[in-house]
């Protein structure tokens, strides 16, 4: 049997889908990139804006007529669509679905096929391929040896409510995963190729503050943890992998990162020097109706101390526009913010009422949709000039790069800071590899260099 997994969304859904595809691959199912051809088709959904949401809806629609013509494909459904509660009305509106499946667990999609198709895990050949490896996140067979940089959750689900986010109502209430399965899982990661791993939250730097007494526990037997952060101790462990290159961390925020974290990241090798931190608002009554708990200096005071314990590294920051009651100056402050601040990166979300959201049931989405495009575009330039300056400076330098792989001829990787390079080189086999390149030519979305 064949499976196709359609993956839309965050790191965290990507992480997802990994853990569904070794599911399968356990059971002896083998990876399809055509759905037309899969036995089983599994969409992995996303619900953050109404347009993931949208594509989702549309890609289940297609999906309809394969359904038709062969009833006997599963198809099934899992993410933040379907949520930790199963909305039952999506078996009523989609009927040709057969099964969903919560965030972040492949359990119904594999009970599903072991009682339908009769397939367990004790069919030889694949229980032999997976013996030392059970119960460990074994990567798919296409990725497995190709893969260097994967993602691997730490905390699931979100507890802290912001008024325009849907993730709290279908992540469900924040989760910390215990260090063992952290560790078991990066371990297995790093023995099948993978050379640098992102550990995900949606808000990582609360990691293990629920789980105070699993990790007293802990700290006084297998592992010598110490940090008065609790992520801190996982960055240790991570940092001490033999094989591993590089540890990232996403996504902090603004009023959970500690000293103790960038203490850290400034002090182990391994860990590399970029923090993604959504402001998402730079006008205090626009970030106190989004209760995101911090004002816009308070930003700017964690920006300045992030530079100050962490020179020469980048900073990563999310921005929603147009969000409900947000004026012309209330824009300006954000547009102001990031002139003043020269972030490496903004993600730019234009605002998209969620269901069951503060926002969606109190505040009218009041700014018109070109507006919002307005706004959205105006940022996106001001953005693109700064990153243009901030790489330029690199013109000449040599940085250290993890090469990803190919791409249109060209190895590709990413610096310590996270900027896309780009060298030519078709004597050496560089991926997975860690080398020094030359920045030649410098753009805002990524530069090209030459092997050192
Ligand atoms: N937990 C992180 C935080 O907000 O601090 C990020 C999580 S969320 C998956 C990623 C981004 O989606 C958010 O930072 C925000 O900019 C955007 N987003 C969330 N809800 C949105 C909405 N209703 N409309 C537009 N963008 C939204």
């Given at each position: 049997?064949?499976?196709?997994?359609?993956?839309?969304?965050?790191?965290?859904?990507?992480?997802?889908?990994?853990?569904?595809?070794?599911?399968?691959?356990?059971?002896?199912?083998?990876?399809?990139?055509?759905?037309?051809?899969?036995?089983?088709?599994?969409?992995?959904?996303?619900?953050?804006?109404?347009?993931?949401?949208?594509?989702?809806?549309?890609?289940?629609?297609?999906?309809?007529?394969?359904?038709?013509?062969?009833?006997?494909?599963?198809?099934?459904?899992?993410?933040?669509?379907?949520?930790?509660?199963?909305?039952?009305?999506?078996?009523?509106?989609?009927?040709?679905?057969?099964?969903?499946?919560?965030?972040?667990?492949?359990?119904?999609?594999?009970?599903?096929?072991?009682?339908?198709?009769?397939?367990?895990?004790?069919?030889?050949?694949?229980?032999?391929?997976?013996?030392?490896?059970?119960?460990?996140?074994?990567?798919?067979?296409?990725?497995?040896?190709?893969?260097?940089?994967?993602?691997?959750?730490?905390?699931?689900?979100?507890?802290?409510?912001?008024?325009?986010?849907?993730?709290?109502?279908?992540?469900?209430?924040?989760?910390?995963?215990?260090?063992?399965?952290?560790?078991?899982?990066?371990?297995?990661?790093?023995?099948?190729?993978?050379?640098?791993?992102?550990?995900?939250?949606?808000i990582v730097d609360r990691y293990g503050y629920d789980l105070q007494s699993?990790?007293?526990?802990?700290?006084?037997?297998?592992?010598?943890?110490?940090?008065?952060?609790?992520?801190?101790?996982?960055?240790?462990?991570?940092?001490?992998?033999?094989?591993?290159?590089?540890?990232?961390?996403?996504?902090?925020?603004?009023?959970?990162?500690?000293?103790?974290?960038?203490?850290?990241?400034?002090?182990?090798?391994?860990?590399?020097?970029?923090?993604?931190?959504?402001?998402?608002?730079?006008?205090?009554?626009?970030?106190?109706?989004?209760?995101?708990?911090?004002?816009?200096?308070?930003?700017?005071?964690?920006?300045?101390?992030?530079?100050?314990?962490?020179?020469?590294?980048?900073?990563?920051?999310?921005?929603?526009?147009?969000?409900?009651?947000?004026?012309?100056?209330?824009?300006?402050?954000?547009?102001?913010?990031?002139?003043?601040?020269?972030?490496?990166?903004?993600?730019?979300?234009?605002?998209?009422?969620?269901?069951?959201?503060?926002?969606?049931?109190?505040?009218?989405?009041?700014?018109?949709?070109?507006?919002?495009?307005?706004?959205?575009?105006?940022?996106?330039?001001?953005?693109?000039?700064?990153?243009?300056?901030?790489?330029?400076?690199?013109?000449?330098?040599?940085?250290?790069?993890?090469?990803?792989?190919?791409?249109?001829?060209?190895?590709?990787?990413?610096?310590?800071?996270?900027?896309?390079?780009?060298?030519?080189?078709?004597?050496?086999?560089?991926?997975?590899?860690?080398?020094?390149?030359?920045?030649?030519?410098?753009?805002?979305?990524?530069?090209?260099?030459?092997?050192?």
């Amino acid at each position: 049997m064949k499976y196709h997994v359609w993956t839309e969304g965050c790191q965290m859904n990507v992480a997802d889908s990994q853990r569904l595809e070794s599911a399968f691959e356990k059971l002896g199912l083998e990876n399809t990139p055509r759905a037309a051809e899969a036995d089983v088709i599994v969409l992995n959904t996303c619900v953050v804006r109404q347009s993931a949401e949208d594509k989702a809806y549309s890609y289940l629609q297609s999906l309809r007529p394969i359904k038709d013509r062969h009833p006997e494909t599963v198809i099934g459904l899992m993410g933040c669509l379907v949520g930790v509660k199963n909305n039952g009305r999506l078996k009523e509106r989609f009927p040709w679905v057969d099964v969903f499946a919560p965030p972040s667990d492949p359990t119904p999609m594999v009970e599903f096929l072991r009682q339908r198709e009769g397939l367990a895990l004790d069919q030889s050949e694949v229980a032999e391929r997976f013996a030392a490896q059970d119960n460990e996140i074994v990567l798919p067979l296409h990725q497995r040896g190709r893969l260097v940089a994967a993602h691997v959750p730490v905390v699931l689900g979100c507890s802290h409510a912001c008024t325009f986010c849907i993730i709290p109502f279908r992540r469900g209430v924040e989760r910390s995963r215990s260090v063992d399965e952290i560790m078991v899982e990066a371990r297995s990661l790093v023995a099948q190729g993978v050379k640098e791993i992102t550990l995900l939250g949606q808000i990582v730097d609360r990691y293990g503050y629920d789980l105070q007494s699993q990790i007293s526990n802990l700290r006084s037997t297998i592992y010598n943890l110490q940090s008065q952060t609790p992520l801190v101790d996982v960055l240790r462990l991570m940092n001490d992998l033999e094989g591993l290159e590089r540890i990232r961390f996403l996504t902090s925020h603004p009023n959970w990162m500690t000293d103790g974290l960038l203490d850290a990241v400034a002090e182990l090798p391994k860990v590399c020097e970029h923090i993604e931190v959504p402001v998402q608002a730079g006008h205090d009554e626009v970030l106190a109706r989004m209760k995101r708990g911090y004002t816009a200096d308070d930003y700017r005071r964690l920006v300045e101390h992030i530079r100050r314990k962490l020179p020469g590294g980048s900073i990563a920051t999310d921005i929603i526009v147009g969000f409900p009651g947000e004026t012309e100056v209330q824009f300006q402050a954000t547009y102001d913010l990031l002139a003043e601040l020269e972030l490496d990166v903004a993600h730019i979300a234009k605002y998209s009422p969620r269901p069951q959201t503060v926002a969606q049931r109190t505040m009218p989405d009041d700014v018109p949709p070109e507006e919002k495009e307005r706004r959205r575009k105006a940022i996106e330039d001001l953005q693109e000039h700064i990153v243009g300056e901030i790489n330029a400076r690199l013109m000449g330098q040599t940085v250290e790069v993890l090469v990803e792989g190919e791409h249109k001829g060209k190895w590709r990787g990413r610096t310590r800071t996270n900027k896309l390079v780009f060298f030519e080189d078709s004597r050496t086999d560089w991926r997975g590899k860690l080398t020094n390149v030359a920045i030649t030519r410098t753009g805002p979305w990524s530069m090209q260099g030459a092997v050192d």
